[in-house]
């Protein structure tokens, strides 16, 4: 049965929540990268946007704006997290943010934050960027344009906008951590048969 989350997040929609399940989400769905990340925390400006219960994407799309004036999405692609890895901890007590989406993981200091206060990181595939933009049902708002179009704070309505990979969870596991750590280890007798054939290289 497919998991979908509906902003407003509440606490309780994550607690049973998982490192590697797979989620969709419906509702708002805002684009939210570097320099909003920086202009509230490092800066101290208020966003313009209401993040409590909410969701953010770390993305720079593509849009369009069609003759009506509307804003249309072309191609909605994750951003690597890990950029946001030390505003992110702040981020969530901040705004209250509930799902973080973005590609690869997050470290150490995200994964206090959602545990302190009860928020997930999820993967979007890498690739799949005009798929996702078929799950954006309309582009509600854009604010902060100033910015350019990549870090514009894009307000999406979408509809089971997915698949979403969890990979931190309410409960302090950090999937791509422990995936490390685990490739790591059956690394090391590879690397040594290697190295006994070819110790000659430098």
């Not at 969709?24 to 805002?30: F, I, K, M, R």
């Not at 720079?60 to 030390?86: A, L």
Request: hydrophobic residues 40%.
């Amino acid at each position: 049965m497919k998991k979908i989350l509906t902003t407003p997040i509440k606490d309780e929609d994550l607690e049973s929540l998982n490192v590697g399940d797979v989620v969709y989400l419906t509702g708002t769905l805002v684009t939210c990268r570097d320099v909003a990340h920086r202009r509230l925390i490092e800066l101290g400006r208020d966003l313009p946007v209401n993040l409590e219960g909410g969701a953010i994407f770390h993305a720079g799309p593509i849009v369009r704006q069609k003759e009506d004036g509307e804003y249309e999405m072309v191609s909605i692609g994750p951003t690597t997290s890990m950029r946001m890895e030390k505003f992110e901890k702040e981020f969530i007590k901040r705004t209250g943010v509930k799902l973080i989406v973005g590609k690869g993981g997050m470290g150490p200091q995200t994964q206090e934050g959602c545990v302190e206060n009860k928020a997930v990181h999820a993967i979007f595939p890498g690739g799949c960027a005009v798929l996702a933009a078929t799950k954006v049902e309309k582009i509600e708002a854009a604010e902060w344009k100033d910015l350019g179009m990549p870090e514009t704070l894009w307000v999406n309505r979408v509809r089971e906008f997915g698949p979403l990979i969890i990979s931190i969870d309410t409960k302090g596991r950090n999937l791509i951590e422990e995936n490390k750590a685990v490739f790591n280890e059956k690394k090391k007798p590879i690397l040594e048969r290697i190295n006994a054939q070819v110790r000659f290289i430098k």
